[in-house]
């Protein structure tokens, strides 16, 4: 979200547009905790995890009340465009905001699950995907050298990308995912083959929103039907979440950072930028606001089978 805001106020720089920054998102705007902000304002922070404006939820902006006073705030200070960076949440937020006051609106999709429409990345996912994919094999060192068979679960909630591609990343025997039906018997029967194949270890990843249960469920329950496996759990959490952001989400940011500030002076209002196959495009709310999430891409899918025989 760093290298976003640095776009964002270099891009405005630039383009000789005053740019402000708002802190602690739709409840800073109601609070009236807005600054003006420069080139300098801005440096040093592309390497660093987080977001220098903080973030908080906002029940006073879901009310007309509190969208009022965000309104009135914003004409205090001449602001006549917003970008914002955020996900569902903050996309239901800036929308109804433009139909209420009709202020101009582009949103940055900033999400670890990369589960929003009409993009191919989101912010933040494919720095949290190295972060799985270095635990796990670091992991993979402690289950080698004790023959253990390991449940490591990713955040997901309701996407599996970030599982998916750390377990083929990683080398995974199994990755359970909330978009597949699979049942612990699949699994359980998967896990038999693995071990009848001599592997010296075996890593299963798990995404938090399993539908069959998450990893310490799930070891819970190999345990209970076979002695056979000495299983060990971890669990990444909100690890996933910090740290440095690799240089893919560095230029990403760049990109729709940049891509949001030249959107909004050609005309561009109500949307979520993205990137489609390399090239940025703008997706209006209405289009992505319809309870869809970017699905999980079947080709991964088969490789991941393929790969863990």
């Known amino acids: 979200m760093n290298a976003a805001i ?4 270099r891009g405005s720089t630039y383009h000789q547009k005053e740019v402000f ?26 390497q660093r995890g987080g977001t220098i404006l903080k973030s908080a939820r906002s029940d006073a902006f879901r009310t007309k009340e509190g969208r009022k006073k965000a309104m009135e705030n914003l004409d205090r200070f001449g602001i006549d465009s917003l970008v914002a960076i955020g996900g569902d949440g903050t996309f239901t937020g800036l929308h109804a905001f433009y139909k209420e006051y009709g202020i101009p609106s582009i949103c940055i999709p900033g999400t670890i699950d990369n589960d929003i429409p ?4 989101t912010i933040g996912y494919d720095t949290a995907t190295n972060t799985a994919v270095e635990a796990i094999d670091r992991i993979r060192d402690t289950a080698l050298s004790h023959n253990r068979l390991f449940f490591i679960e990713v955040m997901g909630r309701h996407s599996g990308y970030i599982a998916l591609n750390s377990a083929i990343a990683g080398g995974a025997v199994a990755v359970i995912l909330p978009e597949q039906d699979v049942t612990f018997d699949q699994l359980y029967t998967l896990l038999e083959q693995s071990g009848k194949a001599n592997k010296k270890s075996s890593l299963v990843v798990v995404a938090e929103g399993s539908k069959i249960g998450g990893a310490n469920e799930l070891a819970k329950m190999v345990a209970d039907r076979s002695s056979y496996f000495d299983i060990k759990v971890t669990i990444l959490g909100h690890l996933q979440r910090g740290g440095p952001p ?3 989400d560095r230029v990403l940011a760049s990109r729709m950072g940049i891509a ?4 909004l002076i050609r005309g561009e209002k109500d949307a979520m930028v993205g990137v489609f196959e390399n090239k940025i495009v703008f997706n209006l709310f209405a289009s992505i606001m319809n309870g869809q ?15 863990s025989i």
């Open 6 to 9: 640095r776009a964002v106020v």
């Open 21 to 46: 920054g708002i802190f602690r998102g739709y409840e800073g705007m109601i609070d009236g905790e807005i600054v003006k902000l420069g080139a300098r304002s801005v440096g040093n922070i592309i």
């Open 118 to 121: 009409g993009t191919d990345y």
């Open 246 to 248: 690799t240089y893919f």
């Open 260 to 263: 949001s500030v030249e959107g």
């Open 293 to 307: 999430h970017h699905e999980i891409d079947e080709e991964s899918l088969r490789i991941a089978k393929i790969l």
